[in-house]
């Protein structure tokens, strides 16, 4: 019930940040979350201040350090990226980690967090927890969080770890694990962990959302921040090249490379068997789409792009935990609609609960990146990485 209505409560706010309530109280809402967010940005402003002056100092840890983030909160598609981020760097000779915060995993277990307390562990002291060592899968995605454990899964030979304090998984990386190279994701805000790059995404379809930092919207951070980034991605591109929001993003940055890249659909796959399906699979075929992502319109367009026809769309916070009966009353509603199948996201795939009804499969749509312009400087830049 608490997480229900956490859920009800972020989807409250959400709406009134995009003005999509109107009436005295949203308003007077509004004005009030204005005034926060010209004090959180104060702070932003103070704290990038005190690291850039060197008064309060970055650890370096000795080795590669990229980062890969976004200046606002959610829906760039910035797990895809960190993959195959990840995934040129192993194969051009690094020993890679990613270093993930692990948002909305679940909180240690109380038997261990007594163990600790009785023996006088600090959090500084308690190892982070590791979903993948490079070789095995050593935590799903309740314990590590969707994201990392999806990264885990579709990079067998990098490692990943999942901690709050990232300095401390960095540390633990290098000396446990021998890795060389570590991935901040979502680490653009993270300045404990010096980065030799900064990337940041940028999403063609929302760049700077209203303009505003939390929480009257979704800024994590002012735009003319973006002058920090070394590299950006224009995610979600249709290939025209973009040339409005290129204007804009070199009037914040004169010296960053700009890649455009898009999401691009590979193949079906059922959460429950593995069965894999071609994307004309699709084709003419009736679809409920099952979401709990921060941008799923892009989602459901997709695949009415790929030929299907959506009959029913149910939609969920981000990183929503699914529970059995919520996934048999998407089943329930999509056959009242004669929906031939369920269709949700891969990183939705990874927070279904096994049911034991078949009568309609479900699957997830798997996506990869695909780099529209700018492949020669990506290409670049992984050497730069990985030979200096």
Not at 49 to 63: N, V
Not at 68 to 88: C, D, Q, S, W, Y
Request: glycine share 6%; charged share 25%; hydrophobic share 40%.
């Amino acid at each position: 019930m608490a997480r229900s209505s956490r859920e009800r409560l972020e989807i409250f706010f959400l709406a009134v940040i995009s003005d999509r309530l109107h009436g005295a109280w949203p308003s007077l809402l509004r004005f009030l979350l204005k005034l926060l967010s010209r004090v959180y940005s104060l702070i932003m402003n103070v704290r990038l201040a005190l690291y850039e002056h060197r008064i309060i100092r970055s650890h370096t840890l000795g080795c590669q350090i990229i980062s890969i983030g976004n200046l606002t909160v959610g829906g760039t598609g910035k797990t895809p990226v960190v993959e195959v981020f990840a995934r040129a760097l192993q194969q051009n000779g690094r020993k890679v980690a990613i270093l993930s915060r692990g948002y909305k995993k679940a909180k240690t277990p109380f038997a261990e967090r007594f163990k600790n307390w009785i023996t006088f562990k600090t959090p500084a002291q308690t190892p982070p927890r590791v979903v993948s060592d490079g070789q095995r899968l050593l935590l799903d995605s309740v314990m590590g969080g969707d994201e990392p454990y999806m990264l885990a899964t579709n990079l067998p030979e990098v490692c990943v770890l999942v901690d709050k304090d990232r300095v401390k998984s960095g540390r633990y990386a290098i000396q446990k694990l021998g890795c060389d190279t570590l991935v901040l994701d979502d680490g653009f805000q993270y300045l404990r962990l010096k980065h030799r790059m900064d990337i940041v995404l940028v999403d063609r379809t929302n760049p700077f959302d209203n303009g505003y930092v939390l929480p009257r919207g979704l800024l994590r951070e002012s735009v003319k921040h973006l002058s920090r980034a070394s590299f950006i991605f224009i995610t979600k591109s249709t290939g025209d090249g973009s040339p409005e929001l290129r204007a804009r993003i070199r009037e914040l940055n004169a010296h960053a490379e700009i890649t455009e890249c898009r999401h691009s659909p590979r193949y079906l796959q059922d959460v429950f068997t593995g069965a894999r399906h071609p994307l004309e699979f699709l084709q003419g075929k009736k679809i409920a789409a099952l979401s709990g992502i921060a941008a799923p319109r892009g989602f459901e367009e997709t695949l009415e792009r790929l030929g299907g026809e959506l009959v029913y769309r149910k939609r969920f916070a981000d990183h929503h935990r699914y529970r059995p009966q919520e996934i048999l009353d998407v089943l329930n509603a999509a056959r009242d609609r004669g929906a031939d199948l369920v269709l949700t996201t891969e990183k939705d795939a990874v927070r279904l609960p096994l049911v034991d009804r078949r009568d309609l499969p479900i699957l997830y749509l798997r996506v990869q990146i695909e780099l529209l312009s700018g492949a020669e400087d990506f290409d670049a830049l992984i050497s730069r990485i990985c030979f200096k």
